[in-house]
């Protein structure tokens, strides 16, 4: 049996959950709520402030099936009772970012400013001009924003220029050495 998927996905008051005939996890919490459309092989059920999933027979893909809506509902109920936030540095001369209305302003030393537009759910803070955070209730999504606006401007091993994760190190390396 998973490990993962026997313990069970525990919430407090504040956080509702409930699971419709056609085998989806509703979670809903104070500002949001997610849902889980959950496949056959896995059904979940809601025991007083406890959520407890069984697997509907022993075959490997509902083994692996167990564990991963197990973490995904747990993701779920973190994410709409405390959130999840994700943050980046710009690092390079002239790097800056800013939020205007829904769309976060980026230049990052190319001949044109970068206009990335925020998807919802999502809420984006910048401080300091170089440091950008990301907030919101679905996990996939924080990290998913994250990413695409790290692909922007990627760091770059020699001078360390780019965006990166808060607390990412980056490998440098060597530059050219004079010849002899």
């Known amino acids: 049996m998973s490990r993962i998927g026997k313990a069970p996905v525990i919430f407090d008051d504040k956080v509702q959950v409930t699971v419709t005939p056609s085998n989806e996890v509703i979670v809903k919490g104070a500002k949001t709520q997610l849902s889980i459309p959950m496949r056959s092989e896995v059904s979940a059920k809601v025991d007083g402030k406890k959520v407890v999933l069984t697997r509907n027979s022993e075959s490997k893909e509902a083994r692996s099936l167990h564990g991963l809506y197990r973490a995904l509902l747990q993701n779920a109920?973190?994410?709409?009772?405390?959130?999840?936030?994700?943050?980046?540095?710009?690092?390079?001369?002239?790097?800056?970012?800013?939020?205007?209305?829904?769309?976060?302003?980026?230049?990052?030393?190319?001949?044109h400013p970068i206009s990335f537009d925020i998807p919802e759910g999502i809420e984006i803070k910048v401080d300091k001009q170089t440091l950008v955070t990301i907030n919101g209730a679905n996990r996939a999504v924080v990290g998913q924003v994250a990413a695409k606006i790290r692909s922007f401007r990627p760091p770059e091993p020699y001078l360390g220029k780019g965006i990166r994760y808060v607390g990412e190190n980056i490998r440098r390396k060597a530059g050219k050495s004079a010849g002899k």
């Open 77 to 111: 109920v973190t994410g709409v009772s405390k959130g999840f936030s994700r943050g980046l540095e710009l690092h390079g001369v002239g790097y800056r970012a800013n939020v205007a209305g829904k769309k976060l302003e980026l230049s990052l030393g190319y001949s």
